[in-house]
């Protein structure tokens, strides 16, 4: 197994350091058997992040599901309904409730609960990325939690995150969090039925650990959770797989303790840009690639050539990230396509030498840039 010697556990002290910490807390926490909202469980969470939050200059934002759950009661639906129109109107009943029992508990500590609502738009746009991040930013400085989820109302699968694991990343790579904390019904990462107690950063050997399936109420899983710890720690966070149904597991965690999953950060930070691009965004079509070009952008970190591109699926335009492939391949690699697909499927397979007088204007000579591209 390629995680961190137990010898190495004093590497965790930057844990109780960190400075801004985001908690991400699922349905399958909240919920009880029946699948309605734990009110016990949910106060006793409430306690535990006001006490993180008063230890001097630290700043706690909470990531939260639940408001569909709770719509779903509301409404009168006797199961979680599937359609998209049920689910967003379940929604829409939820935030409001939502927002409100966090508030009531939260008021008990002296504490602003403020309800936050993004999508994935928010991220993906500069423009409103600094929107929201300036937001945030100011209502952290006045000691407010702000509460945070999914925009499930308006969302469709062009913008939604598809689960709160995934935006708890994004929400810690906005507010440079060096900690996330995602509580979850399972006690961590498990190798059959053996708890993993510290994974190191970049480490993918553990993919081999993961189930497909998700908890009750919940959209996420533990492959969710590991895509987003990986995105969390590729920012230069920790990051955190805990059970969130575990009295006192927050302090327990900030302790030292030997709790959950804990995911250390990779030693060499990816930028800003790079993040952005394999985190962030979502490819807008898929390039089939040829096996000498995915050597050359895997081992060589090369640009991608017009004579490398096998196959071009779906639509895009220039500038749009797409993802690339092999035949038998899952996505390898993300970047910012040079050329709409109209020219990729006149270009393909073609020398660079033949771009201009194919297209009829003069064109670079690469598909992706190897500064518009990264490996995912």
């Known amino acids: 197994m390629a995680t961190v010697d137990p010898a190495s556990l004093d590497r965790l002290t930057p844990l109780r350091r960190a400075r801004t910490v985001v908690v991400k807390i699922g349905t399958g926490v909240l919920t009880d058997p029946r699948g309605a909202i734990d009110r016990a469980v949910l ?21 939260s599901s639940g408001a569909i759950a709770l719509g779903v009661e509301a409404l009168g639906f006797t199961v979680r309904p599937r359609r998209m129109d049920q689910l967003q109107a379940c929604a829409a009943a939820g935030q409001g409730l939502l927002i409100r029992l ?41 000691g407010a939690i702000p509460v945070i989820n999914e925009n499930d109302t308006v969302s469709v699968e062009e913008i939604a995150f598809g689960d709160n694991d995934s935006l708890s990343a994004q929400v810690a790579n906005l507010l440079g969090a ?19 107690q510290v994974v190191a950063g970049g480490d993918r050997s553990v993919d081999r650990f ?8 919940g959209k996420g899983g533990m492959v969710t959770k590991l895509k987003a710890a990986r995105a969390a720690t590729a920012a ?28 250390l950060p990779m030693e060499q930070r990816v930028s800003a840009r790079a993040h952005w691009i394999a985190h962030t965004l ?46 038998d391949s899952a996505p390898f690699a993300r970047g910012l396509s040079a050329f709409s697909s109209a020219e990729l499927h006149v270009i393909r397979g073609r020398n660079s030498r033949e771009v201009g007088d194919l297209l009829g204007a003069p064109h670079g000579d690469e598909v992706i840039h190897r500064d518009d591209l990264v490996v995912i």
């Open 178 to 196: 060096e900690l996330l904390v995602m509580l979850s019904v399972a006690p961590g990462l498990l190798d059959g039925e053996r708890r993993v």
């Open 282 to 327: 979502r490819g807008r079509g898929t390039l089939v690639v040829d096996e000498g070009a995915r050597r050359a952008v895997l081992e060589g970190g090369r640009s991608l050539l017009p004579s490398g591109v096998v196959e071009v699926r779906g639509t895009f335009r220039r500038g749009d990230p797409v993802d690339l492939v092999t035949a």
């Open 43 to 63: 106060d006793s969470l409430a306690n535990e992040l006001v006490d993180l939050a008063e230890t001097p200059g630290r700043r706690v934002a909470l990531v």
């Open 236 to 263: 230069g966070a920790t990051a955190v797989i805990a059970p969130g149904r575990q009295p006192g597991v927050l302090a327990a965690l900030m302790r030292g303790d030997d709790v959950g999953t804990v995911f």
């Open 102 to 142: 966090w508030s009531e508990v939260f008021a008990r500590r002296k504490r602003v609960a403020a309800q936050v609502l993004l999508t994935h738009s928010d991220f993906a746009e500069r423009g409103r990325y600094l929107n929201a991040r300036g937001a945030l930013d100011a209502l952290l400085t006045r």
């Open 210 to 217: 993961v189930r497909t399936d998700v908890s009750g109420g």
